[in-house]
């Protein structure tokens, strides 16, 4: 009886070992490796190198990897400064949104800036300029930036975005001759105004649908 055990004993690492192997052609799953890591791929087994002097096909880059999307930028500019703009566009019908963040009907309008930009920036430039700065002491317009900023990202705005360092105030009583915004004016390719919404003989509501996108295409015709 001893013996038998012992013999039985002396065949237990043998089973253990069998146990442990995988079947042949089979490997572990492979470990997966953080996000941002570099993987090396190794040749596989049964390939071999390419041979000196000859370097295999590179990958082809996807889509996304090479896609650049345009950034969205907000300039801060008196209201001055920005009338110079304009002139830099001529030969361009240019198209420019008065707005502000808390103006409820600028930002249902906006999105027609911004669909404009994308069909036509060819041959419209579109340029939005924003009165949110109030001309507060304790409030320097730095601190409209950010709110600004984030409005025009949302919308997509990538085209010219100038935060108005002009008072708002300043700009109603001085520099324009509507009291409220939206405004929009539409410049011709020889620099002058060709209209502007609302008419301040008649300032109705207006909307870029029936009223702005019409004559910016009778312009882009002519």
Excluded: R
Aim: aromatic share 8%.
């Amino acid at each position: 009886m001893l013996k038998t055990t012992l013999l039985l004993l002396a065949f237990v690492p043998f089973l253990v070992a069998a146990g442990c192997s995988k079947e042949p052609g089979t490997s572990p799953a492979p470990e997966v490796p953080e996000a941002g890591g570099a993987v090396t791929p190794e040749t596989p087994a049964n390939e071999t190198p390419a041979p000196a002097g000859q370097t295999e096909e590179p990958a082809t880059p996807s889509d996304s990897s090479t896609s650049q999307t345009e950034e969205v930028k907000l300039e801060i500019k008196s209201w001055d400064k920005t009338q110079e703009l304009i002139a830099q566009h001529k030969g361009k019908i240019v198209v420019v949104d008065v707005w502000a963040t808390y103006c409820a009907p600028c930002l249902i309008e906006f999105p027609n800036l911004v669909q404009l930009h994308k069909e036509h920036s060819d041959q419209v430039a579109c340029l939005s300029i924003s009165l949110d700065y109030q001309g507060f002491e304790d409030e320097p317009v730095e601190t409209y930036t950010k709110p600004v900023l984030a409005v025009l990202k949302k919308q997509g705005a990538t085209f010219q975005n100038i935060l108005c360092s002009t008072a708002s105030d300043t700009v109603y009583n001085e520099k324009i001759k509507q009291g409220s915004i939206p405004i929009v004016y539409v410049y011709g390719k020889d620099g002058q105004l060709a209209g502007q919404f609302p008419n301040p003989e008649d300032p109705a509501e207006f909307t870029y649908q029936e009223d702005v996108l019409p004559l910016v295409t009778k312009l882009m015709n002519q």
